[in-house]
């Protein structure tokens, strides 16, 4: 086989697994972004419900606060009654005492609401407080296991790295040249042929150039696609 030849397919053999790696390596931070959304979420979730919560307690503070006026206004009315000098004076009064225990009891009303409403909520802080606890422990071990991956994803680019440059280091510099100028069109440079036909542009070969590339003792471009051929026999098949 043409010297440069072997040593173009295994650069491309070399490149390719770079670029797989490289690609699986560009996953990562995607799906720990992933990972990190759906924290974010379950945690965002848990502040809702934290703050329906809160709210509701807020509620109920200012309710009973008020409760606590309005009781203080009935005692007041209540010594007041002793004072009044006229039945009109004292009847008025009494409107007035029984509109406060109106209030107080609608107050108290408000409260009992306000109280059950609680319940349901710490019930349910309770809840997210599980669904975030689990949801961040997954995200811990997702985010470790990633973090391998990226460490050996690297490592092997690395090698990879090193196996393609020591390779490129071998062939002459015309056809390095030729290989990187297709590389850069084409993605790929080499291209096997296999039943006369070039497996990545499809194109068929013609039979003069079939022949030719059997040998594998030149570098033959593809008529279609230019990138650099090569003929790997099939095992079985005698070749003549
Ligand atoms: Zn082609």
């Known amino acids: 086989m043409h010297a440069d030849l072997e ?8 490149e390719s697994e770079l670029r797989q790696v490289e690609t699986e390596l560009a996953e990562v931070p995607r799906h720990k972004e992933e990972s990190d959304k759906r924290l974010k979420e ?3 979730r848990l502040d809702g419900a934290k703050e329906g919560l809160a709210a509701c307690q807020k509620t109920r503070r200012q309710l009973e606060s008020e409760l606590q006026d309005l009781e203080t206004k009935r ?4 010594g007041q009654l002793m004072d009044v000098k006229t039945n009109k004076e ?18 108290e009303d408000l409260i009992l609401v306000e109280m059950e409403k609680a319940e349901t909520l710490a019930a349910e802080v309770k809840r997210e407080e599980a669904a975030f606890k689990s949801v961040e422990e997954s995200f811990r071990s997702e ?7 990226a460490a050996v994803l690297q490592r092997k680019a690395a090698a990879l790295g090193a196996d393609r440059d020591a390779v490129a280091a071998t062939v002459s510099p015309e056809a390095l040249e030729l290989f990187h100028r297709i590389a850069k069109k084409r993605g790929s440079a080499v291209a096997e042929v296999k039943d006369s036909t070039c497996q990545l542009c499809h194109l ?10 059997r040998h594998n003792e030149a570098i033959i471009q593809c008529p279609s696609c230019s990138r650099i051929l090569y003929y790997e026999p099939t095992p079985t098949l005698v070749v003549p």
Request: proline share 0%; no cysteine; aromatic share 6%.
């Open 42 to 44: 379950e945690r965002s």
């Open 75 to 78: 005692s007041k009315y209540k």
């Open 204 to 213: 068929k070969l013609r039979l003069q150039m079939f022949v030719e590339l």
């Open 7 to 14: 040593k173009l397919i295994q650069l491309q053999h070399a």
């Open 90 to 107: 004292y009847t008025a009064m009494l409107h007035e005492i029984e509109s406060v225990e109106r209030e107080v009891r609608g107050r």
């Open 143 to 149: 985010s470790k296991t990633l973090d391998e991956k």
